[in-house]
């Protein structure tokens, strides 16, 4: 089977992918992207607001115990 590739249009086509992937990453994203961060170790839970500074603070161990009773709530909540 001998088939034949236009150059031509594989370069059209290559450029066109090219440019539709700049586009796309061009665009950026729309939210508050990179707001809450998390961390910890194999006994202990961080999440960080940095819009605010707010840390939410969870130890999990084998007798139970939790430093922070707002810590599985939802975080982009407003306070009042």
């Known amino acids: 089977m001998n ?10 086509g290559i ?3 090219v440019l539709g992937t700049l586009v796309i990453g061009a665009t950026g994203p ?7 961060q998390i961390g910890g170790t194999s006994n202990q839970g961080l999440v960080l607001d940095t819009a605010t500074g707010e840390v939410w603070a969870m130890f999990f161990s084998s007798g139970g115990g939790k430093a922070d ?12």
């Open 3 to 12: 088939t034949k590739i236009d150059i031509k249009s594989a370069l059209i």
């Open 15 to 17: 450029a066109l992918g």
């Open 30 to 36: 729309t939210g508050p992207v990179g707001r809450y």
């Open 69 to 80: 009773p707002d810590f599985f709530l939802p975080k982009n909540k407003e306070k009042k």
